[in-house]
């Protein structure tokens, strides 16, 4: 059975920082992993993606500030997030994508953590 478990998130100010966690048990070899970020009921959106050779992308708004990792022998994904925002608040879920594709919207991944909320007050 495939687990995705998050960790790390909290509150913190403006300009501080977090790293979240993404522990994945009961499968190996994902095509993709991604962050997502969702304020209330609003659509996931994709904060950040890491393909399986090491590439990463990432959204305009955390450009520069964020960065996606992966520990493959730990089976583990990270997010460092540096000078953080208030509009950097919300429920922070991470996801994967078996096969090969798009992995550029929360549409096109399979698998998703519970998600762990990271709260940024000005």
């Known amino acids: 059975q495939v687990q995705l478990v998050e960790s790390g998130g909290g509150s913190v100010q403006a300009g501080g920082s977090l790293r979240l966690s993404c522990a994945v048990s009961?499968?190996?070899?994902?095509?993709?992993m991604g962050w997502f970020r969702q304020v209330q009921e609003n659509e996931r959106e994709r904060v950040a993606t890491i393909y399986s050779d090491g590439t990463d992308t990432y959204a305009n708004s955390v450009q520069g500030r964020f960065t996606i990792s992966q520990d493959k022998g730990k089976n583990i994904l990270y997010l460092q997030m540096n000078s953080l925002k208030p509009e950097d608040t919300g429920m922070y879920y991470c996801?994967?994508?078996?096969?090969?594709?798009?992995?550029?919207?929360?549409?096109?991944?399979?698998?998703w953590g519970q998600g762990t909320q990271v709260t940024v007050s000005s």
């Open positions: 009961g499968y190996t070899g994902y095509y993709c």
């Open positions: 996801a994967a994508r078996g096969g090969v594709g798009s992995c550029l919207a929360s549409r096109y991944f399979t698998d």
